[in-house]
């Protein structure tokens, strides 16, 4: 047994109500210092378009921003919807990230639209897409990223034998399976699709099948985590992100909110339902409470990494709570120390 399991962050660069994005992304810069110097492995920004209150729309120039303000942790996108961009864009964007910061990019990529029928249109993307192209969508990106063949025409420069490393996300089967086929890592978006989660790991790892990229299977889980000192006082900060959910699905802005000693008389029954739905996999509470949900979740998964999404209204409580979720990761033995 190895001592530590390996964390991560999801960055959603979210504003509050009035803010900035230049403010809310100063955090963000802040946030992945800190994170560094706690020994997270990977920093990673969501894509999502149109959405008040969330600020990263621009992923890759969110990473650049990132990693020019860090040392030595791998920075990428959790992830880059592939079928709203041209593959040889992202194979340009990302090979010339991985020429400015060498080894340290990460390329994770979904293929949800990130945004409702009115923004695809506004993204050029062909309303009829279901995201049933996605495997073409990505085997061309990979051949702009990987080695120069004879006879190509066209060329990602910066971008062709970069071979930036390339994970792939999902809520559902469909990428677990493709991710397994083809020998690549994978990320499940437990953050807010948790119910399809074990199936999803059960799945990859049935599928997987060894490639150059990767001999063994790598599963990667992003989880919601907020740590406080007591289970109460977490509780309470955990209404932040519930409060997000709730007005999501109101379809109002979605800007951090301070917390609240109770959200009852706030939601509706249904409301209520929804939201807990979409955060069923939560991990909530004091260091002990946190240490058991993520010994369960990386024991019932054999998950070999997790990605912590914390959203807190005060900047101050964010880092607290990765802080403590790191002495916590560091505490618990796992059974393995494959790295993707």
């Known amino acids: 047994m190895e001592k530590g399991i390996a964390v991560s962050v999801l ?33 990673w920004l969501a894509e999502h ?17 990132v990693a020019a303000a ?19 864009v992202v194979a340009e964007q990302f090979g010339t990230l991985e020429a400015l910061f060498p080894g340290r990019i990460d390329l994770g990529l979904g293929r949800a639209p ?24 990505l085997d061309e990106l990979r051949g702009y990223l990987g080695p120069e063949k004879p006879g190509r025409v066209v060329r990602a420069i910066p971008g062709q034998g970069s071979n930036v490393p390339i994970t792939l996300l999902g809520s559902s089967g ?12 994978f ?27 990767l001999r063994s299977p790598y ?11 007591t289970d109460a006082a977490a509780r309470r900060l955990f209404t932040t992100p519930q409060q997000r959910f709730l007005r999501l699905i109101r379809d109002q802005p979605v800007e951090l909110m301070p917390p609240v000693d109770s959200m009852e008389g706030m939601w509706q029954d249904w409301e209520r339902a929804a939201v807990d739905s979409k955060l069923g996999a939560a991990i909530v509470g004091s260091n002990a409470t946190v240490k058991a949900g993520l010994e369960k979740l990386v024991g019932d998964t054999s998950a070999n990494e997790v990605i912590v999404v914390t959203d807190t209204f005060e900047h101050a409580d964010r880092i607290e709570s990765y802080r403590r979720v790191a002495d916590v990761a560091a505490m618990i033995a796992t059974k393995s120390i494959v790295t993707a």
Do not use: K, W
């Open 70 to 88: 860090t040392r030595a942790i791998r920075v990428g996108s959790g992830g880059v919807m592939l079928p709203n961009h041209a593959p040889l």
């Open 174 to 185: 469909f990428s677990a399976h493709l991710a397994g086929v083809l020998g690549l890592p």
């Open 187 to 213: 990320a499940f978006a437990a953050h807010f699709a948790p119910e399809y989660l074990y199936a999803a790991a059960e799945l990859y790892r049935e599928q997987f099948r060894p490639s150059e990229a």
């Open 114 to 137: 990130g945004g409702d029928a009115q923004t695809m249109r506004a993204l050029r993307r062909d309303l009829g897409q279901r995201g049933d192209d996605f495997p073409d969508l």
């Open 11 to 43: 960055d959603l660069v979210g504003m509050r109500a009035g803010e900035s994005a230049g403010s809310a992304i100063a955090r963000s810069v802040n946030l992945a210092q800190h994170v560094e110097q706690l020994g997270y492995r990977r920093y």
């Open 219 to 229: 599963f990667m889980v992003a989880v919601q985590v907020i740590a406080a000192e």
């Open 49 to 65: 378009h149109s959405i008040p209150g969330l600020a990263c729309s621009a992923t890759a120039v969110l990473i650049g921003h």
